[in-house]
């Protein structure tokens, strides 16, 4: 199947720090791109749709200013996490669509101090 | 919304049959009914979809009743490997945003 990578995997940052997280889609171009977060013990809520050369859409309560998402290629698709905070601390996985199938990057998790 | 419940857990015994259930009884005609998987900590991964009939991959088998109100994910030969959160989500189309339930937490058991 389709492969989708995130860089980096992990990452910890202190509190008040800007932190940018990449998807890219390997082997495909996605027009669409989609952001979750992923708290322990629960389910992936889903915070944006990204979609390229336009700006993203975002789920009813996810603050814009402080996601802010970019899609400038049909390959990439950045989350940034702006004055990050440790309630912000999770694990931020995107998709993307290929084929029909829509296929998930392994996930980022983001450690605040 | 999630439109979907599952069980929060179940277990299995090696080797045999899991059988995940789903209960997705406010499927509108052109809805799909998707399976994913996701293993601790790690994305989660496409094992099958259907819209009305029966279908059958290398992974699993899924069974839609003839309603379309519930379905069934059939693991045929569990093994340690399976254990995971499997979701059950309900979509017009996979271009379109997921919404992810809360899923059934399946533990094979040696």
């Known amino acids: 199947g389709a492969v989708v990578s995130q860089h980096p995997s992990r990452v910890i940052c202190k509190s008040g720090t800007s932190v940018k997280i990449e998807c890219r889609s390997l082997d495909f171009q996605a027009t669409t791109m989609f952001w979750y977060r992923q708290f322990p013990k629960q389910s992936l809520m889903l915070m944006a749709t990204?979609?390229?050369?336009?700006?993203?859409?975002?789920e009813q309560g996810v603050e814009k200013d402080k996601f802010l998402i970019n899609h400038a290629s049909l390959t990439l698709s950045t989350l940034t996490v702006t004055s990050a905070h440790p309630e912000d601390s999770s694990f931020y996985i995107c998709s993307a669509r290929s084929r029909g199938e829509q296929f998930f990057g392994p996930g980022t998790r983001l450690t605040v101090l | 919304d999630a439109k979907t419940t599952q069980p929060p857990s179940m277990d299995c015994a090696e080797g045999r049959a899991a059988n995940l259930p789903c209960n997705h009884s406010t499927i509108s005609g052109n809805e799909y009914v998707y399976w994913y998987r996701q293993i601790h900590s790690q994305g989660p991964q496409y094992i099958i979809h259907?819209?009305?009939n029966n279908e059958t991959n290398e992974m699993a088998s899924l069974i839609i009743t003839e309603d379309r109100k519930s379905s069934t994910l059939i693991l045929p030969h569990a093994t340690l490997r399976d254990t995971a959160v499997y979701y059950c989500i309900v979509n017009e189309d996979t271009g379109n945003q997921f919404y992810f339930g809360t899923g059934t937490s399946l533990t094979v058991i040696p």
């Open positions: 259907g819209l009305k």
């Open positions: 990204s979609n390229e050369g336009s700006k993203a859409t975002y």
